[in-house]
């Protein structure tokens, strides 16, 4: 019988997902990461992109797109502390493609006094929201 683990999936604005789950796949820094229980410990960064969690074998992976964060692992608890996290069915696809038009406006357009990073930052966020919704439509 598999183990589980403890999940919590939280950002500023709301708690999104704390209960038991078999494993989790994330979007860090290095690349996807998963962790299933009794996982060594370990900090991570992650990137913009879609947050699965397996409740439970042979069901589908709950979606959750996080824009970014940190993932802690404990061997039986996994903490994922997001900039800014969203169910997969709350997406907007007019308001991340609007995001995205945003952002390559203001990469193409910069002044002096532009941050470059941010704006960056921005189009790659809105590009991975983009690509979540899409990934989720061909299914």
């Known amino acids: ?6 999940v919590d999936v939280v950002s500023a604005e ?5 209960g038991t789950a078999l494993m989790i796949a994330a979007p860090a820094e290095g690349g996807e990461v998963g962790v299933y229980a009794g996982h060594t ?8 992109g879609e ?8 069901a589908e992976p709950q979606p959750v797109f ?3 964060g940190i ?3 404990q061997p039986y608890h996994v903490t994922v502390l997001a900039d800014t996290a969203v169910r997969a069915k709350d997406l907007d ?11 390559e406006e ?3 357009n910069s002044k002096a006094d532009f941050d470059y990073a941010k704006a960056q930052a921005e189009l790659v966020e809105a590009a991975a929201r983009l690509q979540m919704i899409q990934k989720l439509r061909r299914k």
């Open 106 to 108: 203001a990469l193409a």
């Open 14 to 18: 709301e708690s999104i997902y704390s």
């Open 51 to 58: 947050l699965r969690i397996l409740e439970k074998e042979g």
């Open 66 to 68: 996080v824009s970014g």
């Open 41 to 48: 410990q370990m900090l991570a960064r992650l990137n913009p």
């Open 93 to 103: 696809e007019a308001e991340a493609i609007e995001a995205k038009k945003r952002a």
């Open 1 to 6: 019988m598999p183990m589980n683990m403890h």
């Open 71 to 73: 993932l802690e692992v």
